[in-house]
């Protein structure tokens, strides 16, 4: 069975540095991969996602992850935070058996971003 | 092109009682599934369903039940409302040719 183990619940960085938010999941099959973004009372934003075609994935807001499979890994990283980044952060796992729709979240991870 | 609707954004209901919440998809897409999010369980997958036929169910009671009509708008519907069932309820809408899974606001049930 799939699943998805996020290190860190919270993570505080300092306007303009990096971000890296870690991510590590188990599969049976080949998997895809999603990070989504979460402001305070809103639903949840597709940041970017992993479907096997490169390895490097780019996104919005300028995040970008990269897929180890020798590591099972996606960790999420952004070169310089802003303060517009302090959300909750979620990794996702699409789960098996042809259904698309089913997703498996980490429990998240709250960022915040310090002037 | 409009993103996922939810209604109501907000609601407040009383143990016992029943909820129903709506969701109209994104224009095109066939799928749509339902998720609870609370402060201690995190994000759990709900139910799925696809061309008005339900594909995969999670775990939750069967007092969690859901339908999708023929226009792709869904609704789920929650009996017998107990204090634990207060989260919020995020619907998505799947392009399934892009494996691209998108989320509406949510709808925040409080029970009391």
């Known amino acids: 069975a799939q699943s998805v183990t996020q290190l860190g619940s919270h993570v505080s960085v300092s306007e303009g540095a990096l971000v890296l938010l870690r991510c590590n999941y188990s599969?049976?099959?080949?998997?895809?991969l999603f990070w989504y973004v979460q402001y305070p009372n809103q639903g949840l934003q597709l940041l970017l996602k992993?479907?096997?075609?490169?390895?490097l994935v780019k996104g919005i807001n300028g995040f970008e992850a990269e897929f180890k499979k020798s590591e099972t890994s996606f960790h999420l990283t952004k070169p310089s935070a802003h303060m517009s980044d302090a959300a909750e952060y979620f990794c996702a796992v699409s789960a098996s058996g042809g259904s698309q729709g089913n997703l498996i979240f980490g429990k998240g991870t709250k960022l915040s971003v310090k002037p | 092109k409009a993103g996922v609707t939810q209604t109501p954004r907000y609601l407040i209901k009383t143990r016992g009682q029943q909820v129903t919440l709506s969701c109209s998809p994104i224009?095109?897409?066939?799928?749509v599934s339902w998720y609870q999010q609370t402060p201690g369980q995190g994000l759990q997958f709900l139910f799925e369903y696809f061309s008005e036929t339900q594909r995969n169910k999670g775990n939750f009671p069967g007092r969690f039940s859901g339908r999708q009509f023929s226009n792709s708008r869904s609704e789920m519907n929650v009996s017998t409302l107990e204090l634990g069932d207060s989260a919020l309820y995020l619907c998505?809408?799947?392009?399934?040719?892009?494996?691209?899974?998108?989320f509406g606001e949510g709808s925040w049930l409080t029970v009391v």
């Open positions: 599969s049976s099959v080949p998997p895809y």
């Open positions: 998505a809408s799947t392009d399934r040719e892009a494996n691209t899974i998108y």
């Open positions: 224009s095109g897409h066939r799928s």
């Open positions: 992993y479907t096997s075609a490169a390895t």
